[in-house]
């Protein structure tokens, strides 16, 4: 399965749109700071061997210029998953 990571917002111009993105997580709105992946209650679903590998190959304006990184890709389809997985069950 094809992760739908959704970054066409964020190339939305303007200062504020600079700043802030959507929350990764599936049908979570929330707008975070372009330096955070999830908001707060969605990363701490994530366990902390996969936030470590997001947060090493995450940084704001990646996905801007799509500088490839397999490792970060894998981790953070995975976290999604497990967020929305655990969102199903609860
Ligand atoms: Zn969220």
């Known amino acids: 399965m094809k992760a739908d990571i959704d970054t066409s917002q964020d190339r939305v111009k303007g200062s504020e749109a600079m700043k802030t993105h959507k ?3 599936e049908g979570c709105g929330q707008r975070i700071d372009i330096k955070h992946f999830m908001c707060t ?3 701490f ?3 902390v ?4 590998v997001i947060k090493a190959g995450y940084r704001p304006g990646r996905v801007i210029d799509k500088l490839p990184s397999k490792v970060y890709d ?6 999604l998953a497990i967020v ?3 969102e199903a069950h609860r």
């Not at 061997?49 to 470590?52: A, D, G, P």
């Open 23 to 25: 929350c990764q997580a």
């Open 41 to 43: 209650r969605h990363w």
């Open 45 to 47: 679903m994530v366990p």
């Open 49 to 52: 061997t996969l936030r470590r």
């Open 74 to 79: 894998v981790a953070a389809v995975a976290a």
């Open 84 to 86: 929305k997985n655990n």
